[in-house]
């Protein structure tokens, strides 16, 4: 799993990023609130380990911008705050799971394991939506407001991966990685091309328009009437 922990307190994070390292997982770490907001804006996150008490920008503001956004991907709350109504709190606020400390790190992992299965795509999810825009997966067919839209193999596993993770930003290196099975970056502008004529095949003509550019990060797909 791709992990993202937000902790401020250095000794808690550097233990937590080499226990779950050790249990094979990939961690990136974020020592405040806006950091934290940066780094899971460019998805690709399986959980997020998220503080409550945080400098900047507390996790639950954190957590309740991203869902604003449309990110859902799970969230762990962590926090020595552990009465029933500081749970409720965080759970409101778009928490997942709420782990009170001190906790053992095989409860954490624990639950870390539980919300990646949660929050991981059934085999079942064989069509996504986002606004009028439906791409099924298994007739390989993709339409907007009822209308066909004929999309070339790279087009329709392009717009399959964005799809997939609706809402967040991705980055263009998991387009290389996950779309062009690509480890290295080519040099060469094949994803601008690749977006730029996706772009003009599900949005030109349709309202409002559903890929944007994310300057400096990357590219997000979602329904900006929500």
């Not at 994070?13 to 405040?32: M, T």
């Not at 996790?59 to 705050?81: K, N, V």
């Not at 409860?107 to 929050?119: D, I, K």
């Not at 730029?196 to 030109?204: A, E, G, Q, V």
Request: hydrophobic fraction near 40%; proline fraction near 4%; include cysteine.
């Amino acid at each position: 799993m791709r992990l993202l922990v937000v902790e401020d307190d250095r000794d808690a994070a550097d233990y937590l990023r080499k226990a779950l390292r050790e249990a094979g997982h990939v961690v990136d770490l974020a020592a405040d609130g806006e950091e934290g907001l940066a780094f899971a804006r460019e998805g690709g996150y399986d959980v997020l380990v998220v503080d409550r008490m945080l400098p900047r920008r507390d996790g639950l503001s954190l957590i309740a911008e991203l869902r604003a956004r449309g990110d859902q991907t799970p969230a762990l709350i962590l926090s020595a705050l552990g009465q029933v109504d500081d749970r409720v709190t965080g759970l409101r606020a778009g928490g997942d799971d709420y782990l009170p400390k001190p906790y053992s790190f095989s409860e954490l992992l624990a639950r870390v394991e539980v919300l990646a299965r949660r929050g991981a795509p059934q085999a079942a999810d064989t069509v996504y939506r986002v606004a009028d825009l439906e791409l099924d997966r298994l007739a390989h067919r993709c339409t907007r407001a009822g209308q066909e839209i004929p999309l070339q193999p790279r087009e329709f596993r392009l717009l399959e991966y964005l799809m997939r993770h609706a809402g967040q930003v991705v980055t263009r290196t998991m387009l290389l990685e996950n779309v062009w099975d690509y480890h290295f970056d080519p040099q060469t502008n094949v994803i601008d091309v690749h977006v730029s004529r996706l772009r003009s095949k599900i949005d030109k003509g349709f309202d409002p328009p559903l890929l944007q550019t994310v300057r400096g990060a990357g590219y997000i797909i979602r329904d900006v009437a929500r």
